[in-house]
């Protein structure tokens, strides 16, 4: 099956720094990519949406100039945390779909990054 | 609306069926999946079905949708230890651009007993 690589898988930083978190597409072309947070013993809360080449789509209260998405190639989403501070301290996880609606649509997940800040 | 509502908790011993539920409130879904969270890990996903279809097997796994009420449950036959975990029902829908956009429950913890 599709595979959606994360990396990494947990990341510890400091207060105040950039931390950025990698989503690959490794045996198919992702024309869209998500983006979720979770925090403990909660559900997964959708950040933000990516199409490759253009401009991520983000919800309602999720801050673009923190949470940074990149999207250049059909295989890699890039979310990039800045200036990161402790509240900041959950589990991110990518998905990837094909954008085209089967019978077979479904999305196939990262394996998630817990980011702790410090 | 896009909630979806999960109960939290179910325990059952090993080599019993369990049953998680789940209730969703958008009549235009158009899939609904199971996924399973292990701790520290991403998510899994089980199985999923068309929103025109009733049920769906896979081996040990067992998914009925019943549309009328917005309800979808998802059973395990002979459940195991190793089946412990936080499962996830989610449902996507076809908006324009909102294409693959999924709505998660908060997920149930499924403990099972040896």
């Known amino acids: 099956g599709a595979v959606v690589s994360q990396h990494p898988s947990r990341v510890i930083c400091k207060s105040g720094t950039s931390v950025k978190i990698e989503c690959r597409s490794l045996?198919?072309?992702?024309?869209?990519m998500f983006w979720y947070r979770q925090f403990p013993k909660q559900s997964l809360m959708l950040m933000a949406t990516s199409n490759e080449g253009s401009k991520a789509t983000y919800e309602q209260g999720v801050e673009k100039d923190k949470f940074l998405i990149n999207h250049a190639s059909l295989t890699l989403s890039t979310l990039t945390v800045t200036s990161a501070h402790p509240e900041d301290s959950s589990f991110y996880i990518c998905?990837?779909?094909?954008?085209?609606?089967?019978?077979?649509?479904?999305?196939?997940f990262g394996s998630g990054t817990q980011l702790s800040v410090l | 609306g896009e909630d979806v509502e999960q109960s939290l908790f179910l325990s059952v011993r090993e080599g019993d069926s369990s049953v998680i539920n789940c209730t969703y409130t958008?009549?235009?879904?158009?899939?609904l999946y199971w996924y399973k969270q292990e701790p520290g890990a991403g998510l899994q996903l089980l199985t999923y079905i068309f929103s025109n279809m009733d049920m769906k097997q896979d081996q040990r796994l067992t998914v009925l949708l019943n549309k009328k009420d917005k309800h979808l449950s998802l059973r395990i036959a002979d459940t195991q230890t190793g089946d412990s975990a936080i499962y996830f029902c989610?449902?996507?829908?076809?908006?324009?651009?909102?294409?693959?956009?999924?709505?998660f429950g908060r997920g149930t913890q499924l403990t099972v007993w040896p």
């Open positions: 958008d009549s235009s879904s158009t899939y």
């Open positions: 989610a449902e996507s829908m076809v908006r324009g651009s909102t294409l693959g956009r999924l709505y």
């Open positions: 045996d198919f072309q992702a024309t869209t």
């Open positions: 998905s990837a779909g094909t954008g085209v609606l089967t019978t077979d649509e479904k999305l196939f």
